[in-house]
């Protein structure tokens, strides 16, 4: 089929009527898309709930543990000055 029998075609079939569509699959594709719609919102609703429960949890625990503040000697400091004994 060349071009120009390609672009009668297209003509034909778009000057054609659209096909009937079953009243009841409106009414399904408004159902199942209310659905989707409520599933993205609770799926957000989770992550969100999620990721601020992590940011409490992380806060917490760099409070208590403090991971900024430098480690406490384990070894004592030379004694000096040993002129007093």
């Known amino acids: 089929m060349n071009r120009s029998g390609r672009e009668a075609a297209a003509r034909r079939i778009m000057e054609q ?3 009937r569509v079953p009243p009841e699959l409106y009414a399904d ?3 199942r898309g209310g659905r989707l719609l409520r599933r ?4 957000r609703r989770l992550l ?3 990721l601020c ?3 409490v ?3 917490v ?4 543990v403090q991971p ?3 480690p406490p000697s384990r070894t004592t400091p030379p004694v000096t000055g040993r002129e007093g004994w």
């Open 29 to 31: 594709a408004v159902r």
């Open 57 to 59: 949890a992380f806060t």
């Open 40 to 43: 993205r919102a609770a799926a």
């Open 48 to 50: 969100w709930l999620v």
């Open 61 to 64: 625990w760099a409070l208590t």
């Open 53 to 55: 429960a992590a940011a």
């Open 68 to 70: 900024w503040a430098a």
């Open 17 to 19: 009527s659209p096909p």
